[in-house]
């Protein structure tokens, strides 16, 4: 049997039992906060280690070798911690996709998940629609999930059946041109969208940042951005924004609360419906910032600045969301040269054949 149980002066739960040559002590190390009822995580790893204990004493496999999927990846997700909320929502969307799809595959339990099954699975993805970088972050946190089932006993296969690599081919994110934001800016949209795309294109902020603005954090001079991926970050104000954000009302949010309670992605939904009509296939709200970076840099913009503007940490990361085209780089062309050869000097010529 596992015991339960914390230490007087430790801050984490700790789970133990005996066994006939010594005692094995486990720490989760998990909080309690002085919570009174332990966390979910906890509970597993003393459930793991009593259906260890039978397994070693009768020779039986262990029960969790069947809990269906659905309940095991729920528990996996609500044992996360130190992991921000917007990760967790994204891996919640991961969790409800696969467990659909299991289901109508019929995958009931953890040892039905197999490396046929996983390669399946990632081929209905692909097949969906689902693009590179959010594909290669799901097969990524269900390669851990299966790595933790292993830790703790809930499987008995030997490989992993996530842990293997894919193809697919990777779409540059191109920046807006002018003919397509000519078009776009054309079309008409509800006001509260117009306004989260003038925000975007003069700031390069995300969805998730234009949604948390207040009238609060908006000045004549600077916009501060408190609803960030990363951190808080402050970007001033454009001439043509701030006569676009004029009057500014004194407090409330910037979008109206009936955008704000509809789903994640109903801006993003709102936003490609204007691009179908504008013509502009790739109607991605996220490409405005992009484009606020790539015309920063076209412009002779210092990346030192570019990068303090986007709120980017890693230079790596600001590079990805810097382009270029031939049309911008012609001009820049123009300044190479070469000595001229002088006249009368007979040019050397080669002939085809050599």
Not at 8 to 33: K, L
Not at 59 to 81: E, I, K, N, T
Not at 210 to 218: A, F, S
Request: glycine share 4%.
């Amino acid at each position: 049997m596992a015991n339960l149980y914390k230490r007087p002066r430790s801050p984490f739960w700790w789970v133990s039992y005996t066994t006939a040559d010594s005692r094995v002590r486990v720490s989760t190390g998990i909080r309690h906060e002085g919570k009174k009822q332990p966390p979910a995580a906890v509970l597993e790893v003393r459930r793991a280690i009593e259906e260890r204990i039978a397994r070693e004493k009768f020779g039986a496999a262990p029960m969790l070798q069947h809990r269906p999927v659905a309940d095991y990846l729920s528990a996996h997700l609500a044992s996360l911690h130190g992991v921000r909320p917007s990760t967790i929502k994204r891996y919640r969307f991961m969790v409800e996709s696969f467990c659909r799809w299991s289901a109508q595959e019929q995958v009931g339990n953890v040892a039905s998940v197999t490396y046929p099954v996983a390669k399946r699975y990632v081929e209905h993805r692909r097949n969906s629609g689902v693009g590179p970088a959010t594909l290669r972050a799901e097969v990524r946190f269900l390669n851990a999930a299966w790595v933790e089932a292993k830790k703790l006993h809930h499987t008995e296969f030997e490989e992993n059946p996530w842990q293997f690599s894919f193809k697919v081919e990777r779409q540059e994110p191109d920046p807006f041109t002018d003919a397509e934001l000519a078009a776009i800016l054309a079309q008409p949209m509800p006001v509260w969208l117009r306004l989260a795309v003038d925000i975007a294109r003069y700031t390069g902020a995300r969805i998730s940042s234009i949604k948390g603005l207040r009238w609060e954090d908006v000045t004549p001079e600077a916009i501060r951005f408190r609803m960030s991926k990363t951190t808080a970050f402050t970007v001033p104000v454009h001439p043509r924004l701030l006569a676009i954000l004029n009057p500014m009302p004194a407090s409330g949010a910037v979008l109206p609360e009936s955008v704000l309670a509809k789903t994640d992605g109903y801006i993003s939904q709102m936003f490609k419906l204007v691009c179908q009509r504008a013509g502009v296939p790739r109607g991605h709200f996220h490409l405005f910032r992009h484009t606020f970076v790539s015309r920063l840099a076209l412009a002779g913009v210092e990346q030192r600045v570019t990068q303090l503007l986007a709120n980017h940490k890693s230079g790596d990361v600001h590079r990805h969301y810097t382009h270029s085209n031939a049309a911008a780089l012609a001009p820049h062309l123009e300044r190479l040269t070469y000595p001229e050869c002088a006249s009368g000097v007979p040019q050397p010529t080669v002939s085809v054949s050599d």
